[in-house]
């Protein structure tokens, strides 16, 4: 894949942040990286986020991505633990925009619909197909799966984009 692109998904979280990197060249995918980034749990709230933004600067730094994308918050019914993983999330567009990245956002439905084929699907069906699509990948938490997710949707919504063109 000469001419191939990578893209970089993250789902954002305070205690793990998964990550995932495809190539995409017209539309083959193919698997390069993927992992989770955990701060402790007995950390300060700060030192939480400034690990995860650090630790996604390292994949960044690692991996040479040429564009990111990252899955939007959805609104919980505790008000204090959506806005604790809106920092998480502040994280995942801003590290990638430092490097210069472009990034895009898409909605959980949006992810799950653009791999399952369902906005509906549960995250085992995400991690199912994610194992079919890049079976390189040998299995990924179920954290990267959902971060390779998100990368394959972008590889999806960037494609249609330049048909649309």
């Given amino acids: 894949m000469a001419n191939a692109i990578r893209i970089l998904g993250l789902d ?12 995409v ?19 300060p709230f700060a030192e939480r986020l400034l690990f995860l933004f650090e630790g996604i600067t390292e994949v960044i730094a690692s991996h040479a991505p040429d564009e990111a994308a990252v899955e939007e918050t959805f ?9 604790k993983l809106g920092h998480a999330r502040a994280c995942a567009l801003i590290a990638p925009a430092k490097a210069g ?12 619909k653009a791999v ?6 549960d ?33 999806h919504a960037r494609t ?3 048909a649309v063109a």
């Fill in 123 to 155: 995250k085992t069906q995400v991690a199912f197909m994610i194992a079919r699509l890049l079976p390189t990948a040998g299995g990924p938490t179920q954290d990267a799966a959902d971060a390779l997710a998100v990368a394959i949707t972008h590889a």
């Fill in 75 to 83: 609104m919980t019914a505790n008000g204090s633990s959506t806005l």
């Fill in 12 to 23: 954002p979280g305070l205690r793990r942040t998964g990550w995932g990197v495809v190539a």
């Fill in 116 to 121: 399952v084929g369902t906005g509906a699907a």
């Fill in 25 to 43: 060249e017209g539309s083959r995918l193919a698997w390069i990286a993927h992992g989770v980034i955990a701060p402790h749990e007995k950390l």
């Fill in 101 to 112: 990245l472009r990034v895009a956002e898409y909605a959980a439905t949006e992810v799950k």
């Fill in 160 to 162: 249609v984009r330049r």
